[in-house]
């Protein structure tokens, strides 16, 4: 479980300094999971067993990791109340997005089964 943790924790450092040595818009932590999903697609194998164990332990406790988020949102409660517009319209679109996103995808998906 060590292990693996320094795994997930060393991809996540290593998406970190890239974002940061090239003035990337995207979070570290993404691009260390994208670093992570290569490396275990160019293995052409299943995940090892630890890291399986240890990624399925840490989303059990995953609301967890929502606390210091509804902290944030607490803290900037003002700032929130007085941006409510454009914060909901910005929502609003990336749902949509997403969603639409994910829609095109998983249709490409299917038809090149």
Known sequence: ???????????QLAGEVLARALHLPVPGPV??????????LLRRQEAPPALAATA????????????????????YLPLLARDWAPLSLAVLVGTLAAIA??????QWLLRRR
Not at 101 to 106: F, I, K, P, S
Request: charged fraction near 5%; glycine fraction near 12%.
């Open 1 to 11: 479980m060590i292990g693996a943790l320094a795994t997930l924790l060393s991809c």
């Open 31 to 40: 691009i260390g999971m994208v670093l992570l999903f290569a490396a275990l």
């Open 56 to 75: 399925d332990a840490l989303l059990t406790n995953l609301g967890l990791l929502f606390v210091p988020a509804g902290v944030g949102v607490v803290l």
């Open 101 to 106: 996103v994910t829609g095109r995808l998983a």
